[in-house]
Structure formats: structure tokens, C-alpha cells
């Protein structure tokens, strides 16, 4: 039980144009789920917390309108990165736990290379 | 602010072995859960242990034991048994309790290598 899916894995996009991921708790319903970012070799970097049914909050310099957040039921939540430029590549990474739980189970990833 | 610190960027290990990673955490609050994460080469965050703050005994499971010292906030993890695909980076994680349930705050992770 608890998996979290992610899609796409890996997505290729020219600067400018948007990009869409999709995060989705498969077994169990979460009205909240993390979007988190991770570059090479490093750790995880919290982007922004996804409240379903409300706008999400966003950590300290993550531009909200880049990086757009919706989270319209209880198992999905998707990012969209807006006019994407290279320096938006990275690997993307989305969480979710059971609701009353806290316990964070992790999407396979998202690989973005804007070209 | 919390934070979460560990100090051992790289380890190894000989298949069999036992090994400890080291984290340090720092807060002013008392009620909060600690986890230890792995992440293989595929790069698919994977639970490895988790210990709530409030409990004294150290968490198990299976090859995987934590030393969780709440005074010196200290939670250290122990590998018994050290396997091949035990290799990876190892992400210990903290969150408050009664806070954004789940934010996690991560340490910046030990790369594991176990050697045959």
C-alpha cells in the first residue's frame, strides 16, 4: 500500500513553453502533498505544500506564478511549470502520506530538461 | 528554525559489515518525528525507518536500527548485514508534529557504498 505515482518520468520541452506533472496518491487519499526539487548530488529542496481545495503555500523564493500548483481532489495534485527556461531543469519529486498520518511516501521523480 | 545536519557526506562499507550513518537535528520543540530515507540510483525515495519523538525505545526494522538520543539530538541508523543494494544515498528527515503534516526537512544525505 501508500504509492505514490508520478508523470511523466522525463519530459524534454523548449524554453518558453509550460510543462505539466502529475503527482497521485494510487491507495489512499491525502489532502495535502509536497512538490519538492532536487538537484545533482544534493538534498531535497521543499518548493511548495499542495492543500486540496485551497491555494498552495510556497517556501520562500519559489515564484508561485513559475511554478503554478493545483490540487483539485483527494489523490491528485499537479505542478506546472510555466514558460519554462534551462535553469528550470531539475529533477522534480512529489510526496503525499495517508491523511492523519506523518508519514511522506515519494513519486518515482520527474526528470525536466528544458533545451 | 529546524534543521537537520549530516556530517558524513561519503561511507562504505563491506558486504556483511555493519555500518552507522550519524544525523544531528536541531529544535526547540519537543513533540516531532525523525525518519531515515533511501535513495538507490533509480533516485525513488524509499522509507527506510521512522522514530517518534515521544518514544524511548529505538525503532527496528528487519537489518535497519536507529540510536535515537532525544537530549544530544542525535538519530543515528545502523545497516547489520550490510547487502549490495543496500548502496545509496541515505536522507535523514525530520517534521513537527501538529505542524504541515508531513513537511519534511532533510538533512543533505551520506552516500552509501557497499563494497563486495
Known amino acids: 500500500g501508500a504509492v505514490v505515482s508520478q508523470h511523466p518520468s522525463w519530459v524534454i520541452c523548449k524554453s518558453g513553453t509550460s510543462v505539466k506533472i502529475e503527482c497521485r496518491s494510487l491507495d489512499f487519499q491525502a489532502t495535502t502533498m509536497f512538490w519538492y526539487r532536487q538537484f545533482p548530488k544534493q538534498s531535497l529542496m521543499l518548493m511548495a505544500t499542495?492543500?486540496?481545495?485551497?491555494?498552495?503555500?510556497?517556501e520562500q523564493g519559489v515564484e508561485k506564478d513559475k511554478f503554478l500548483i493545483n490540487h483539485a481532489s483527494l489523490t491528485l495534485s499537479t505542478l506546472t511549470v510555466t514558460s519554462a527556461h534551462p535553469e528550470d531543469s531539475s529533477f522534480y519529486i512529489c510526496?503525499?502520506?495517508?491523511?492523519?498520518?506523518?508519514?511522506?511516501?515519494f513519486g518515482p521523480g520527474t526528470r525536466l530538461t528544458v533545451t | 528554525a529546524q534543521t537537520v545536519t549530516q556530517s558524513q557526506p561519503e561511507m562504505s562499507v563491506q558486504e556483511a559489515e555493519t555500518v552507522t550513518l550519524s544525523c544531528t537535528y536541531d529544535?526547540?520543540?519537543?513533540?516531532?518525528?525523525l525518519f531515515w530515507y533511501k535513495q538507490p540510483p533509480s533516485r525513488q525515495m524509499i522509507l527506510v525507518i521512522r522514530q517518534e519523538a515521544y518514544k524511548q525505545q529505538n525503532a527496528t526494522e528487519n537489518r535497519f536500527s536507529v540510536n535515537f538520543q532525544k537530549a544530544a539530538k542525535s538519530f543515528s541508523l545502523k545497516i547489520s548485514d550490510s547487502q549490495l543494494g543496500d548502496t545509496a544515498m541515505y536522507f535523514c528527515a525530520f517534521t513537527l508534529y501538529g505542524g504541515s503534516q508531513g513537511n519534511l526537512i532533510f538533512g543533505k544525505g551520506t552516500k552509501l557504498s557497499v563494497k563486495p
Open positions: 499542495s492543500n486540496e481545495g485551497s491555494k498552495a503555500t510556497y
Open positions: 529544535t526547540s520543540e519537543n513533540n516531532y518525528y
Open positions: 510526496s503525499a502520506g495517508p491523511t492523519g498520518t506523518y508519514e511522506q511516501y
